[in-house]
């Protein structure tokens, strides 16, 4: 069994920051990606960011504002949201591509339960 567990969603004026982190644990062989989805009321869920090995790839409208990294002894990854933007508001859910007792031989995507990130004055 993998689980993410994020945590770090806050409320915050426009022009602030937040990090999230997303902590996976369980059944893990091998971590393909691991990466950050959000999904605003009423709209779909989206890329904002993923990083394999060191790669790195980024939502348009969050480029030079926020940036992903990953601490692959703790399996960990982490979201810096600086100069963040009312429309950054939204649902941020974790996401893992990984290898795991479940599916030894092929990737599977797992989903954290989400950490609300709402910018307002």
């Known amino acids: 069994q993998v689980q993410l567990v994020e945590s770090g969603g806050d409320l915050v004026q426009p022009g602030g920051s937040l990090r999230l982190s997303c902590v996976a644990s369980g059944s893990i062989f091998k971590i393909n990606s691991m990466g950050w989805y959000r999904q605003a009321p009423g709209k779909q869920r989206d890329l904002v960011a993923a990083i394999s090995g060191g790669s790195t790839n980024y939502a348009d409208s969050v480029k030079d504002r926020f940036t992903i990294s990953r601490d692959n002894a703790k399996n960990t990854v982490y979201l810096q949201m600086n100069s963040l933007r009312p429309e950054d508001t939204a649902v941020y859910y974790c996401?893992?591509?990984?290898?795991?007792?479940?599916?030894?031989?092929?990737?599977?995507?797992?989903w954290g339960k989400g950490t609300l990130v709402t910018v307002s004055s």
């Open positions: 996401n893992l591509n990984a290898l795991s007792s479940a599916s030894p031989w092929y990737g599977v995507d797992y």
